[in-house]
C-alpha cells in the first residue's frame, strides 16, 4: 500500500524554538492534512491544503502555525515558537480527491520541554 | 460542526471472543473511516466505508448512512488487536474523529 511518509518520528525542543515537521505525501495526491493527537485524547483536525493553499483551518491552527508546500513534494508543518501545550503526536494526512480515502503518515511526536 | 460518539470506551476481551464497537454521528457524511491505533501510536487505515459492508479477513465493518451509524466487528480477536480503534466521518472536506475505543484482548 502506498505510504505517506514522515520526519523526524520524534523531537524533543525546547519552548520557543521553532519546529518544522515534514511529511512526503503519496505522490498522486492533491489534498493534505495536519492532525494532531495530544497524549490520550483523540485527533483533531489542524489544517487543509489544495491547490497551494490554505483551504480550512481549525481554532487550534493560530498563528504561529504555518504549512507550505515549498517543492512540489514535502508538505511542511512549522511551529514558530513552540509552548508545552504543543506536546502531541502530529499526523500528516493526504488523498486524492474530496471524498475518497485519507492516507495518514505514521505520525512525528514532538515533546516541548 | 457534527458529532462523532463512539461506545464502548473500553472494552476487555479474552482472546478468541468477538466484538462489536459501534460509531454514531449526527449528519449525513460522505465518507467514514475505521482506523486502528497501535501501541506506538500509528493510524492504520482498517476500512473506507461510508456506506454498505466490506470484510477484511476477521475484521468487518457496516455503516448505514440513513440511520448515521457504523459498526465494526472484531472475530476471533487476537493479542495484537489490543490497541484504540476510532472511526472518523468525513464533513465538508476534513475527518471529524471520535473519542476512540480502547480494546485490550488477553491471552
Known amino acids: 500500500e502506498p505510504e505517506v511518509t514522515q520526519t523526524p518520528s520524534h523531537q524533543v525542543t525546547q519552548m520557543g524554538q521553532e519546529v518544522i515537521l515534514r511529511c512526503v505525501p503519496i505522490s498522486n495526491h492533491l489534498y493534505f492534512y495536519w492532525y494532531r493527537q495530544i497524549l490520550g485524547q483523540k485527533v483533531e483536525f489542524l489544517v487543509s491544503?489544495?491547490?497551494?493553499?490554505?483551504?480550512?483551518k481549525s481554532e487550534i491552527f493560530d498563528d504561529q502555525f504555518s504549512v507550505e508546500r515549498p517543492d512540489g513534494s514535502n508538505f511542511t508543518l512549522k511551529i514558530r515558537s513552540t509552548k508545552l501545550e504543543d506536546s502531541a503526536m502530529y499526523f500528516c494526512?493526504?488523498?486524492?480527491?474530496?471524498?475518497?480515502?485519507?492516507?495518514f503518515g505514521e505520525g512525528s511526536w514532538l515533546t516541548v520541554v | 460542526g457534527i458529532q462523532v460518539e463512539q461506545s464502548p470506551p473500553d472494552l476487555i476481551l479474552q482472546e478468541g471472543a468477538n466484538s462489536t464497537l459501534r460509531c454514531n454521528f449526527s449528519?449525513?457524511?460522505?465518507?467514514l473511516q475505521w482506523f486502528h491505533q497501535n501501541p506506538w501510536g500509528q493510524l492504520i487505515n482498517l476500512f473506507y466505508?461510508?456506506?454498505g459492508t466490506k470484510q477484511n479477513g476477521r475484521l468487518s465493518a457496516t455503516t448505514v448512512a440513513t440511520e448515521r451509524y457504523s459498526l465494526l466487528y472484531i472475530s476471533s480477536s487476537q493479542t495484537t488487536d489490543s490497541g484504540v480503534y476510532f472511526c472518523a466521518v468525513d464533513s465538508w472536506g476534513k475527518l471529524q474523529f471520535g473519542a476512540g475505543t480502547q480494546v485490550v484482548v488477553t491471552p
Open positions: 494526512a493526504t488523498r486524492t480527491g474530496s471524498g475518497n480515502t485519507i492516507y
Open positions: 466505508i461510508p456506506s
Open positions: 449528519d449525513s457524511v460522505n465518507n
Open positions: 491544503f489544495y491547490n497551494n493553499e490554505i483551504s480550512e
